[in-house]
């Protein structure tokens, strides 16, 4: 199987792409690829290329037909940043299962405030996350935002707040008769859930109260569940 690599936009150029020194040494150190080697090359944003490479860069030999593996639903995920590594298993999972962006959120009960610094690290893991996985589109992650922001800063489109308890309804039940080409945001909460002060003000901004289910979830499994209900969803309906 070809190594595959996701190149930021202003690395190509004239059916050529230059390589920084982590790329170069990931190909010809870690899996010992020599010059005229095959490579599928990537833009992220849906094209995709085999490619041979050579002195610290690609030449683009071919345009390949796009994979199905990209779903016809739009999916960003906002939510609190769990303890530990528990955050990045879960940008990790979350790419792997088909999240297009992913939001990074401080709520009134978050126990781990994010840190702007931190973002190259975890656009990296998310990149790994989706070459292993062979996505053909690279998941954005944004800075960090404050509850608020983020409602007045993205509108919901089609928006769900996951909660644990109260009268709603299930994600899934919801899900029935949406556009395949929906754009969906998932609000996912802290370990303490969101605050009802925080639920009234997403219904506010058109965000639609939603269960996964009976029992409790952890802060990083909750918008996994989701995903792959969204996931599930599709797959049936096609």
């Not at 790419?95 to 009960?109: C, D, F, M, Q, V």
């Not at 899934?172 to 009802?196: N, Q, Y």
Request: charged share 20%; hydrophobic share 45%; with cysteine.
């Amino acid at each position: 199987m070809s190594a595959r690599l996701f190149l930021a936009p202003e690395q190509f150029e004239f059916g050529q792409a230059r390589l920084n020194t982590a790329q170069w040494h990931y190909l010809t150190r870690v899996l010992r690829l020599r010059s005229g080697a095959e490579c599928i090359i990537l833009d992220g944003c849906g094209k995709i290329w085999q490619a041979v490479l050579a002195n610290e860069a690609v030449t683009l030999t071919a345009e390949l037909p796009p994979p199905a593996t990209e779903w016809t639903v739009q999916v960003r995920i906002a939510c609190a940043v769990p303890k530990g590594e528990r955050w990045e298993w879960l940008l990790q999972k979350a790419t792997e299962l088909g999240a297009s962006e992913i939001i990074p959120l401080k709520t009134a009960r978050s126990v781990v405030l994010p840190q702007t610094s931190k973002l190259e690290r975890w656009q990296a893991i998310v990149r790994e996350a989706a070459e292993q996985s062979e996505r053909l589109v690279l998941p954005r992650v944004h800075p960090p935002l404050d509850f608020e922001a983020f409602l007045q800063q993205h509108p919901a489109g089609l928006g769900f707040i996951c909660t644990a308890r109260g009268e709603r309804p299930s994600l899934w039940k919801c899900l029935a008769g949406m556009r395949t080409d929906a754009i969906v945001t998932l609000l996912s909460g802290p370990e303490g859930g969101f605050t009802p002060e925080e639920v009234a003000q997403a219904q506010t901004y058109s965000f639609r109260p939603v269960s996964l289910g009976s029992r409790i979830l952890r802060a990083e499994t909750a918008p996994l569940l989701a995903l792959g209900w969204i996931g599930a969803w599709l797959e049936a309906i096609v």
